[in-house]
């Protein structure tokens, strides 16, 4: 069993819809905890960042950590086309800084 | 800021051939990630350096594997023999601070690695 699982997709929306996205750890040692983004024949980059159990904002972008479920969310508000990408979640254990990374979720928003 | 670069952007070679990635981070950071990328596996770390020392390499795959920080601004990642299951995009990735669980790695655009 992977440590961090996450559904793979393909999670098709309407234009301006919220989309939801989440990711289930294992191993409750994980205290950071990251979304990225990744665009086609690109490299990830960082969205969001998460240290506590909660709600961050950022824009149309809301990121949820529930640590005592080993759950966390991506939710993305007023969707566009631009969004359509892969979304991978990633944690880090409170020492060292190795990523563990979901499989990444497969979004495409539909005008 | 040109960001993380990787060369090539593609490679295409024959079972059997030695193959290097080369990697430039950004310019002041101090820990290098190199991770590869598959469709069944995901994205996985393959070994990381923290001021041109490796760290952790228990990702790498097998002995055929080499990567190398000869100084702050350049790696390399050797496969020698290649073998079709290499086939993957490997990723480089730079951070600025070694050892800090919450920064923030920047990634290149990886190069796509295809062995026939």
């Known amino acids: 069993q992977k440590e961090v699982e996450q559904d793979p997709g393909p999670l098709s929306v309407p234009e301006g819809a919220i989309v939801s996205l989440n990711c289930t750890y294992s191993?409750?040692?994980?205290?950071?905890f990251m979304w990225y983004r990744q665009y086609s024949r690109k490299g990830p980059e960082l969205l969001m960042y998460?240290?506590?159990?909660g709600n961050k904002e950022d824009g149309r972008f809301t990121a949820q950590v529930d640590k005592s479920s080993k759950y966390i969310s991506l939710f993305i508000r007023d969707s566009q086309p631009s969004d359509s990408a892969t979304y991978l979640c990633?944690?880090?254990?409170?020492?060292?800084?190795?990523?563990?990374f979901g499989g990444g979720t497969r979004v495409l928003v539909k005008p | 800021d040109a960001g993380v670069i990787q060369s090539p952007r593609h490679e295409v070679t024959e079972m059997g051939q030695e193959v290097t990635l080369r990697c430039k981070p950004i310019?002041?950071?101090?820990?290098l990630f190199w991770y590869r990328q598959t469709m069944m596996r995901g994205l996985e770390l393959l070994i990381y350096?923290?001021?041109?020392?490796?760290?952790?390499d228990s990702g790498m795959p097998e002995d055929r594997f080499s990567a190398k920080m000869p100084n702050a601004s350049f790696s390399t990642l050797k496969i020698q023999p290649s073998e079709p299951r290499d086939s993957a995009v490997y990723f480089c990735?730079?951070?600025?601070?070694?050892?800090?669980?919450?920064?923030?790695?920047?990634f290149g655009p990886g190069t796509r690695l295809t062995v026939l």
């Open positions: 350096f923290n001021n041109n020392v490796p760290i952790d």
């Open positions: 990735a730079s951070s600025g601070l070694a050892g800090a669980g919450t920064d923030t790695q920047y």
């Open positions: 191993n409750s040692a994980f205290q950071y």
């Open positions: 998460t240290y506590s159990s």
């Open positions: 310019s002041g950071h101090n820990s």
């Open positions: 990633a944690m880090f254990k409170a020492a060292g800084n190795k990523l563990t």
